[in-house]
T-cell receptor, first 110, second 113 residues
Framework: NAGVTQTPKFQVLKTGQSMTLQCAQD?????MYWYRQDPGMGLRLIYYSASEGTTDKGEVPNGYNVSRLNKREFSLRLESAAPSQTSVYFC?????????FGSGTRLTVV | DAKTTQPNSMESNEEEPVHLPCNHSTISGTDYIHWYRQLPSQGPEYVIH???SNVNNRMASLAIAEDRKSSTLILHRATLRDAAVYYC??????????????FGTGTRLKVLA
């Protein structure tokens, strides 16, 4: 019963490098989400996907792209990382009563 | 999007009840009230949600004001494991019908032994 799995758990990037954060859920949920959380702040929505094949922007989409590869997987890509993207990234999927979150990816851009 | 207002922090003694308030004066008639909590170094976890009536589950109770402009999360007996940041969130359906949670900064609950 894995729930929502995020990889990697930690990552350090140099400014300008690219990387993809992976997220997979095994609960057959239609909707999936990517959030970022900066120190001492609440979570902010980056992108979401209501169903396979659809994606929409959230509050803070600039600098990110997403892919809903299939029903299980929703990836977040940073094309050219910037120090302002240093954050903890959470993926979530939605059930009837609420969200299930992953344990997060802690990303540092130097 | 409807917003919520919560105190930045609260303290409670272990084994005592805790009442965490949330104001949402601009709530719309179809908005659900959700509560999540975030333990240190973890993702948020669902606690409870409701629309108009008070709700109970094994983790907590949710008391919703009659005019729905405020609500209170009640932890009946706080334990050290309940120390977390608690978020009160209103759903925002948007045109897609998908609920998009808008998080505030939450209430940091400290439980004293």
């Amino acid at each position: 019963n894995a729930g929502v799995t995020q990889t990697p758990k930690f990552q350090v990037l140099k400014t300008g490098q690219s990387m993809t954060l992976q997220c997979a859920q095994d609960m057959n949920h239609n909707s999936m989400y990517w959030y970022r959380q900066d120190p001492g702040m609440g979570l902010r929505l980056i992108y979401y996907s209501a169903s396979e094949g659809t994606t929409d922007k959230g509050e803070v989409p600039n600098g990110y792209n997403v892919s809903r590869l299939n029903k299980r997987e929703f990836s977040l890509r940073l094309e050219s990382a910037a120090p302002s993207q240093t954050s903890v990234y959470f993926c979530a999927s939605k059930a009837l009563k609420g969200y299930t979150f992953g344990s997060g990816t802690r990303l540092t851009v130097v | 999007d409807a917003k919520t207002t919560q105190p930045n922090s609260m303290e409670s003694n272990e084994e005592e009840p805790v009442h965490l308030p949330c104001n949402h004066s601009t709530i719309s008639g179809t908005d659900y009230i959700h509560w999540y909590r975030q333990l240190p170094s973890q993702g948020p976890e669902y606690v409870i949600h409701g629309l108009t009536s008070n709700v109970n589950n094994r983790m907590a109770s949710l008391a919703i004001a009659e005019d729905r402009k405020s609500s209170t999360l009640i932890l009946h007996r706080a334990t050290l494991r309940d120390a977390a940041v608690y978020y009160c969130i209103l759903t925002s359906g948007g045109t897609s019908g998908t609920y998009k949670y808008i998080f505030g900064t939450g209430t940091r609950l400290k439980v004293l032994a």
